[in-house]
């Protein structure tokens, strides 16, 4: 039943279908606020990298999760998946509700320090409030995720997700153009929309994780032990150093990008979308890399292992560099989705040329990166990738889009080349084999 192995594309595919579904509800979302207005965009993506440092977060204990459960469906130790899925609800339940009201508190301080300009804080505040502050709910739903997904398991998320974004799309319509006879509220009712349909995921989510799982939430929470926290946080902890630095180093350039004006801010919030489609596929394959590395490492087959990341790195490149050159011949299109604003889509026609450059190298460190911390190659990931995001990606893109005027073309810039040097260091780790002498189990 659990331990049944499963092909990469069987694993994959759904994966890549729920992310799909889930960029293009996001894509709707930006399309919707568009049309309701270009500062509405502005609003929501001047502040966009902050609320993602909640997902960074949360997302450390689930990729300890997913990786430590990983290994042990692979050793068939069941007692111990039911101990891991104890102590990553629990954990991530109270980071959820600290971070929640860390924003709901610093949420003026929060927007003054990232520069958003006052006309677009004002639009934005209560969105942020909602959202930053009911995150909670994500924490549930993420965490729920990680252990199904562990399992192999990608479907149910997919059909939850695929609910809980169509009552998104709803609620969006609702709260901005007025459906159902509902008020509009703009930027205020997508916050609305948001943490309802998120509140609504959370509660099915669990119902799902434990119906498959046979978790029995009041007997086996009691399996809560320090033990699994210790080795969950020794996975996610320098895990969530290499993304709270991606994180912290994405905030200071939105920083830098939010002194450019409101067409950049806007310009650049597009572009990120635009992104988020392309590495659709390069991240669902990333995921289903790690679950298999992960269970292979675990059942002690680690020539296959090796063998399934070169396999899946060589399809994500090829994957990553076909779609950024499409979108490339087809960018002014695409824009006319998002906006009427010529200025904004000059904005962004002068940054699409580099689209290519950055995604196909951020596909080395999205599959590769996902393969050595499933292996439990943990350390190098996280201070290879603080050094470069630190010492490359924020300065560089300081000189280029600042100092040089190049503005988003020169973060654009900045941003390829610290996924480039990144990507070649763990290539070579991974080529190196020390991962093989690493694990959990």
């Given at each position: 039943?659990?331990?049944?192995?499963?092909?990469?594309?069987?694993?994959?595919?759904?994966?890549?279908?729920?992310?799909?579904?889930?960029?293009?509800?996001?894509?709707?979302?930006?399309?919707?606020?568009?049309?309701?207005?270009?500062?509405?965009?502005?609003?929501?993506?001047?502040m966009?990298?902050?609320?993602?440092i909640?997902?960074?977060?949360?997302?450390?204990?689930?990729?300890?999760?997913?990786?430590?459960?990983?290994?042990?469906v692979?050793?068939?130790?069941?007692?111990?998946?039911?101990?891991?899925?104890?102590?990553?609800?629990?954990?991530?339940?109270?980071?959820?509700?600290?971070?929640?009201?860390?924003?709901?508190?610093?949420?003026?301080?929060?927007?003054?320090?990232?520069?958003?300009?006052?006309?677009?804080?004002?639009?934005?505040?209560?969105?942020?409030?909602?959202?930053?502050?009911?995150?909670?709910?994500?924490?549930?739903?993420?965490?729920?995720?990680?252990?199904?997904?562990?399992?192999?398991?990608?479907?149910?998320?997919?059909?939850?997700?695929?609910?809980?974004?169509?009552?998104?799309?709803?609620?969006?319509?609702?709260?901005i153009?007025?459906?159902?006879?509902?008020?509009?509220?703009?930027v205020?009712?997508?916050?609305?929309?948001?943490?309802?349909?998120?509140?609504?995921?959370?509660?099915?989510s669990?119902?799902?994780?434990?119906?498959?799982?046979?978790?029995?939430i009041?007997?086996?929470?009691k399996?809560?032990t320090?033990?699994?926290?210790?080795?969950?946080?020794?996975?996610?902890?320098?895990?969530?150093?290499?993304?709270l630095?991606?994180?912290?180093?994405?905030?200071?350039?939105?920083?830098?990008?939010?002194t450019?004006?409101?067409?950049?801010?806007?310009?650049?919030?597009?572009?990120?979308?635009?992104?988020?489609?392309?590495?659709?596929?390069?991240?669902?394959?990333?995921?289903?890399?790690?679950?298999?590395?992960?269970?292979?490492?675990?059942?002690?087959?680690?020539?296959?292992?090796?063998?399934?990341?070169?396999?899946?790195?060589?399809?994500?490149?090829?994957a990553?560099?076909?779609?950024?050159?499409?979108?490339?011949?087809?960018?002014?299109?695409?824009?006319?989705?998002?906006?009427?604003?010529?200025?904004?889509?000059?904005?962004?026609?002068?940054?699409?040329?580099?689209?290519?450059?950055?995604e196909?190298?951020?596909?080395?460190?999205?599959?590769v990166?996902?393969?050595?911390?499933?292996?439990?190659?943990?350390?190098?990931?996280?201070?290879?990738?603080c050094?470069?995001?630190?010492?490359?990606?924020?300065?560089?893109?300081?000189l280029?889009?600042?100092?040089?005027?190049w503005?988003?073309?020169?973060?654009?810039?900045?941003?390829?080349?610290?996924?480039?040097?990144?990507?070649f260091?763990?290539?070579?780790?991974?080529?190196?084999?020390?991962?093989?002498?690493?694990?959990?189990?």
């Open positions: 039943m659990l331990e049944q192995k499963k092909s990469l594309f069987s694993i994959t595919i759904p994966i890549f279908l729920e992310l799909l579904l889930v960029t293009v509800v996001g894509n709707i979302d930006t399309i919707m606020l568009g049309r309701f207005s270009d500062k509405a965009v502005g609003a929501v993506g001047g966009s990298q902050v609320l993602l909640q997902n960074t977060i949360l997302s450390f204990i689930c990729l300890g999760t997913t990786i430590l459960m990983s290994q042990y692979g050793a068939k130790n069941h007692k111990s998946t039911k101990e891991v899925i104890a102590a990553s609800l629990v954990m991530n339940v109270v980071i959820g509700a600290v971070l929640g009201l860390i924003y709901l508190v610093a949420w003026e301080w929060i927007l003054v320090k990232i520069k958003l300009p006052l006309s677009l804080r004002e639009i934005g505040m209560n969105y942020f409030k909602l959202v930053g502050g009911l995150c909670i709910f994500q924490a549930i739903s993420l965490t729920n995720g990680a252990i199904l997904k562990s399992y192999g398991n990608t479907k149910p998320m997919l059909f939850v997700n695929v609910g809980v974004n169509l009552l998104n799309i709803l609620g969006n319509g609702m709260f153009f007025g459906w159902l006879g509902a008020p509009i509220l703009g205020t009712g997508v916050g609305l929309s948001t943490v309802f349909s998120r509140f609504i995921g959370a509660i099915i669990l119902l799902v994780m434990t119906n498959y799982c046979k978790f029995k009041v007997e086996d929470l399996k809560f320090h033990e699994k926290v210790k080795q969950i946080l020794s996975i996610g902890i320098p895990t969530a150093g290499e993304h630095t991606w994180s912290l180093t994405q905030v200071i350039i939105l920083a830098m990008v939010n450019m004006g409101t067409i950049e801010i806007t310009a650049r919030t597009y572009l990120a979308l635009i992104s988020s489609f392309i590495m659709i596929f390069s991240i669902a394959l990333g995921h289903g890399t790690a679950i298999q590395v992960g269970q292979l490492v675990g059942a002690g087959d680690k020539d296959r292992a090796y063998n399934q990341c070169m396999k899946s790195l060589t399809l994500s490149f090829i990553a560099a076909l779609v950024s050159v499409i979108v490339y011949f087809l960018r002014f299109q695409i824009m006319e989705l998002f906006t009427k604003d010529m200025e904004v889509v000059k904005a962004t026609a002068k940054v699409f040329p580099w689209l290519i450059f950055i196909t190298g951020r596909t080395f460190n999205i599959v990166i996902n393969a050595l911390h499933a292996a439990g190659d943990i350390k190098f990931p996280m201070i290879m990738g050094i470069v995001m630190l010492g490359v990606a924020a300065p560089l893109s300081w280029l889009g600042i100092r040089m005027e503005a988003l073309v020169g973060v654009w810039i900045a941003n390829g080349t610290d996924e480039w040097i990144r990507g260091a763990m290539l070579w780790r991974w080529k190196t084999k020390k991962w093989m002498a690493k694990g959990f189990v």
